[in-house]
């Protein structure tokens, strides 16, 4: 599934907020439709949030009137601003921010900029397929034969430019020939388990059965479940890991009932400035994703919402963390600097 492309000069986002009904692309010609799209959740997943960063900054380069070097970096550096703000949890963006910042030729004028830029965001873009597919096949050594895997949000190819982080990990246990059952969490309040990661793994052929997020606790304990692995958002440097709300709780389920749990995500959303998970920030959405369902009103007018759309899964309760460049283990103060070098 193609989650982002580049052409004719706008990008193309497969709307998940559509899914599984309707498949309706977006034409995004202007930054401020991507900072929406991402606000929107249209696309997201932090490796496919990434490139999304890296499109729309190439997007506000274009938008910019002048060619001169200094006033277009001026106005450039405002729209890269507003694209880091956008959700401030997952890294990749602020990391594909960096990237693009790096891009820009030490001398010239707009034109070449642009033209770095654009460059830049087809790099980024295709890197992030290749390393998918690298971490699925450092994963996949740890997705035992005839197992049942428990997994939570939506970390497939709609999380990314192609093929997934979990779920990518899966499709390469899946081509090894392993025959896997999966089990898919709704994920509350926004369905991102039913209605995209159910619809990917349908689509691939998985033996797939959806439960809601309070049922996880009873399934692993009846033996249910072999393993759980998941994506994330955010990883510090001591292994403590931001992802999906829920994923605290899962991960607590998993140690009690001696379950490994598993964290698949690129080296771009480990950050080396972020020594724990406690300086994390955790993105609050708005009170209508828990007070509604897609304008359906399902709870009283006037009551209180909390909605943090991310939890932290401190690194004690990981059994591994999967990257592009091998398997990290405890102590992931050494073993996530070495995925670094």
Same mark, same amino acid.
């Given at each position: 599934?193609?989650?982002?492309?580049? #052409?004719? *000069?706008? @990008? /193309?986002?497969?709307?998940?907020? &559509?899914?599984?009904?309707?498949?309706?692309? %977006? =034409?995004?010609? $202007?930054?401020?439709?991507?900072?929406?799209?991402?606000?929107?959740?249209?696309?997201?997943?932090?490796?496919?949030?990434?490139?999304?960063? #890296?499109? *729309?900054? @190439? /997007?506000?380069?274009?938008?910019? &009137?002048?060619?001169?070097?200094?006033?277009? %970096? =001026?106005?450039? $550096?405002?729209?890269?601003?507003?694209?880091?703000?956008?959700?401030?949890?997952?890294?990749?963006?602020?990391?594909?921010?960096?990237?693009?910042?790096?891009?820009?030729?030490?001398?010239?004028?707009?034109?070449?900029?642009?033209?770095?830029?654009?460059?830049?965001?087809?790099?980024?873009?295709?890197?992030?397929?290749?390393?998918?597919?690298?971490?699925?096949?450092?994963?996949?050594?740890?997705?035992?034969?005839?197992?049942?895997?428990?997994?939570?949000?939506?970390?497939?190819?709609?999380?990314?430019?192609?093929?997934?982080?979990?779920?990518?990990?899966?499709?390469?246990?899946?081509?090894?020939?392993?025959?896997?059952?999966?089990?898919?969490?709704?994920?509350?309040?926004?369905?991102?388990?039913?209605?995209?990661?159910?619809?990917?793994?349908?689509?691939?052929?998985?033996?797939?059965?959806?439960?809601?997020?309070?049922?996880?606790?009873?399934?692993?304990?009846?033996?249910?479940?072999?393993?759980?692995?998941?994506?994330?958002?955010?990883?510090?440097?001591?292994?403590?890991?931001?992802?999906?709300?829920?994923?605290?709780?899962?991960?607590?389920?998993?140690?009690?009932?001696?379950?490994?749990?598993?964290?698949?995500?690129?080296?771009?959303?480990?950050?080396?400035?972020?020594?724990?998970?406690?300086?994390?920030?955790?993105?609050?959405?708005?009170?209508?994703?828990?007070?509604?369902?897609?304008?359906?009103?399902?709870?009283?007018?006037?009551?209180?919402?909390?909605?943090?759309?991310?939890?932290?899964?401190?690194?004690?309760?990981?059994?591994?963390?999967?990257?592009?460049?091998?398997?990290?283990?405890?102590?992931?103060?050494?073993?996530?600097?070495?995925?670094?070098?």
């Amino acid at each position: 599934m193609n989650t982002i492309e580049w #052409a004719n *000069g706008k @990008v /193309l986002l497969l709307d998940q907020t &559509r899914l599984p009904a309707e498949q309706v692309v %977006l =034409e995004i010609g $202007d930054y401020r439709q991507m900072i929406e799209a991402i606000k929107m959740l249209r696309i997201r997943g932090a490796p496919a949030l990434g490139v999304a960063a #890296a499109y *729309g900054i @190439v /997007l506000g380069g274009q938008a910019i &009137r002048t060619d001169d070097r200094g006033p277009f %970096l =001026e106005q450039l $550096d405002t729209v890269v601003q507003e694209i880091v703000a956008s959700r401030p949890t997952a890294v990749n963006i602020a990391w594909a921010a960096d990237r693009m910042r790096r891009a820009i030729p030490q001398t010239g004028q707009a034109s070449e900029i642009r033209s770095a830029l654009s460059t830049e965001a087809a790099v980024i873009l295709a890197e992030d397929i290749t390393i998918n597919t690298a971490m699925g096949a450092h994963g996949a050594a740890l997705i035992p034969d005839q197992s049942t895997v428990l997994t939570h949000c939506n970390a497939g190819s709609l999380a990314t430019a192609g093929f997934g982080t979990a779920l990518g990990v899966l499709r390469a246990a899946k081509e090894q020939g392993k025959d896997l059952k999966v089990m898919a969490t709704e994920t509350r309040p926004l369905l991102q388990g039913a209605r995209l990661t159910a619809w990917e793994l349908v689509q691939d052929g998985f033996s797939t059965t959806l439960i809601t997020d309070s049922m996880v606790g009873h399934f692993l304990s009846l033996g249910r479940i072999d393993c759980v692995i998941v994506g994330a958002d955010r990883i510090a440097m001591n292994g403590d890991v931001a992802n999906k709300i829920g994923t605290y709780t899962i991960a607590v389920l998993a140690h009690e009932n001696n379950v490994p749990f598993y964290v698949a995500a690129p080296t771009s959303t480990i950050d080396p400035a972020m020594e724990t998970g406690d300086a994390i920030p955790i993105e609050e959405r708005a009170p209508e994703e828990v007070t509604q369902f897609r304008g359906i009103q399902t709870a009283p007018e006037g009551v209180g919402v909390a909605n943090p759309a991310f939890d932290v899964t401190p690194h004690r309760y990981i059994s591994a963390i999967v990257t592009e460049h091998g398997v990290a283990r405890s102590p992931y103060t050494e073993s996530l600097r070495l995925m670094f070098q």
